[in-house]
C-alpha cells in the first residue's frame, strides 16, 4: 500500500532500476495582428543507459535536464540532465555530488522554529534517501519556480548520518547515484506536496519525514506545513507550484518494438486543457482516489485473475509491471531474482478500473526478462517482477503497478488533487 512515494529507483543488481494558459497575442504595429506566443510548457524526454559514469546500464528510466539557480541569481546556475521523470512521486530531489561547489554552497538551508536546517527522510518502495531541505529557483522546459524547496540528497555535514527512524522502515540507503540510477529525480505525481497531512503534526509520518537538524546532527521528527505556494515548507510538486499550466502533467512516449529499443525520445507537457498543446482530448479519464483516502491518493482498481487490486497505479518511477502472480515462472538466474522469465511470449489481461467506474483494458504481453535485459538497449517492453521477492519489507499484495513499459506508445495525462484539468477535478489519470 502506498501512502506517498512508490518509485522504484532500482539498486544495479536487480535491474530495476489555479490553472492558467498562455495569453494571447495583442496587436502589431502597423495595424496587423501578431502571432501567439510560442508554447514553452514542455521538456524533452530520453529514455537512455543512464548518467555518465554510472559504470552499467539502466533500462526503462526516463530522464529530463532540469535548471537549478541560487535564489535571484541568473548567473549561478547549472542544468543537471538524467533526471528521472517520476508520476508516483512528489518533490524534486538532486544529489549534491553532481552540483557544483559553488551553486550548492549558495542554496540556502530551509530552516524550522529553532532556526536549525531542515532535513528530510523520502521513502521508496526498496528503500530511501536523505538530505537537507534547500531553496532553489527551478527551471525545468519553459515552466519556473522561485525560492522553492528541493532536497539535496546524501548531504554532508549534519545530514550525513541518517536518522534510525529513517532506516528503520526497511529497503536500502539510496544514497548515490549509482545506488539510484539518475543524477536526482522530479516527482510530479497527483498530490500537490511530498507529505500534505501527515506532516503537518509533530511526529507525523508519511512517505516523507521532516527533520530538526542543528550541527550536531539530525534526529527530532518536526511539523511542515503543507502549501505548493509561498511560504513553503514541505516539498511542493513542482508542476502543482507552477504559476500557469499547473493541473498536470502529460507524459508522451512512442512506442517501443518487442525486441527493444536502443533509446527513446520523448515529450513531457505541463497543464491539461491549459495551452493548445496540453488538450484533453478524446483520452478518457480514470479518477483516483485523493488525499483523504486512508490509503492515500492516486490509487486504482485492476481486476487481475479473479483479483480485484484496490491499491494499484500507474507510476513512470517503476521500471517493470510489478505485480503479484506465482504460478508466472521465475527467472532462474540470481542475478534476476523476482523477475518473470515466461518461455515464450505471454499474453496477461488486467482490467484497470477508475474510482467513477470507467473502465478499460490493460492487456500486455509478458516477456523473459533476462532475455530481455540482455542486450544493450535502454527500453524494454514486457518486463515485469514479482515485488514480494525483490522488496521483502513491503506487502505488494493488494497492488498492481504500471510501470514505465506501460507509458510506451501512449500519451498519459496525470490531474492533480483538488484541481479542475480539462473539466475534470483531479486526481485522475487518463490515456
Known amino acids: 500500500m502506498r501512502k506517498g512515494a512508490w518509485a522504484f529507483a532500482a539498486a544495479a543488481a536487480l535491474l530495476l532500476a489555479g490553472c492558467g494558459g498562455g495569453g494571447g497575442g495583442g496587436g502589431a504595429a502597423g495595424g496587423g495582428v501578431s502571432p501567439p506566443p510560442a508554447l514553452n510548457n514542455f521538456a524533452t524526454v530520453t529514455v537512455d543507459q543512464g548518467p555518465a559514469g554510472l559504470g552499467f546500464a539502466e533500462n526503462n528510466i526516463a530522464y529530463v535536464s532540469v535548471t537549478i539557480c541560487a535564489p535571484g541569481s541568473t548567473t549561478n546556475c547549472q542544468t543537471i540532465d538524467h533526471i528521472q521523470v517520476d508520476t508516483g512521486s512528489v518533490g524534486l530531489r ?87 540510477g539518475a543524477n536526482g529525480i522530479i516527482g510530479i505525481g497527483v498530490t500537490t506536496t511530498d507529505c500534505g497531512g501527515a506532516c503537518t503534526v509533530t511526529g507525523g509520518q508519511s512517505a516523507a519525514i521532516y527533520y530538526d537538524c542543528p550541527s550536531g546532527g539530525c534526529s527530532s521528527i518536526i511539523s511542515r506545513a503543507s502549501s505548493a505556494s509561498a511560504p513553503f515548507q514541505q516539498l511542493p510538486n513542482p508542476v502543482a507550484a507552477f504559476s500557469v499550466d499547473n493541473n498536470g502533467s502529460i507524459l508522451s512516449l512512442p512506442s517501443v518494438p518487442s525486441s527493444g529499443a536502443s533509446t527513446l525520445t520523448g515529450t513531457l507537457y505541463f497543464g491539461i486543457g491549459t ?42 518511477g517503476s521500471s517493470l509491471y510489478f505485480f503479484v502472480d506465482s504460478s508466472l515462472t521465475a527467472c532462474t538466474n540470481t542475478n534476476f531474482t523476482g523477475l518473470y522469465c515466461p518461455a515464450s511470449a505471454l499474453s496477461l489481461t488486467p482490467t484497470i478500473v477508475g474510482q467513477n467506474g470507467a473502465s478499460v483494458s490493460g492487456a500486455f504481453t509478458l516477456y523473459d526478462a533476462q532475455t530481455q535485459f540482455a542486450g544493450s538497449n535502454a527500453a524494454v517492453p514486457g518486463v515485469g517482477g514479482n515485488p514480494n521477492v525483490i522488496f521483502p519489507n513491503v506487502n505488494f499484495s493488494g497492488s498492481f503497478d504500471y510501470g514505465l513499459p506501460f507509458f510506451y506508445g501512449r500519451t498519459v495525462y496525470t490531474a492533480i488533487d483538488g484541481r479542475s484539468a480539462g473539466g475534470t477535478v483531479g486526481p485522475y489519470f487518463a490515456f
Open 275 to 316: 495551452e493548445a498543446n496540453n488538450k484533453l482530448g478524446a483520452a478518457k479519464v480514470y479518477t483516483t482516489t485523493n488525499s483523504s483516502s486512508p490509503y492515500g491518493a492516486g490509487l486504482l482498481t485492476v481486476n487481475y485473475k479473479g483479483q480485484q487490486l484496490t491499491q494499484s497505479f500507474l507510476d513512470s
Open 94 to 180: 538532486i544529489f549534491g555530488s553532481v552540483l557544483n561547489s559553488g551553486l550548492l554552497s549558495a542554496l540556502p538551508f530551509e530552516t524550522d522554529t529553532a532556526s536549525n536546517p531542515v532535513g528530510e527522510c523520502y521513502q521508496y518502495v526498496d528503500g530511501y534517501v536523505f538530505g537537507s531541505v534547500r531553496e532553489a529557483d527551478m527551471t525545468i522546459g519553459g515552466e519556473s519556480v522561485s525560492s522553492m524547496p528541493m532536497q539535496i540528497l546524501s548531504d554532508g555535514a549534519q545530514f550525513s548520518s541518517v536518522p534510525s527512524s529513517c532506516s528503520a522502515a526497511g529497503g536500502s540507503n539510496l544514497g548515490t547515484v549509482q545506488n539510484f
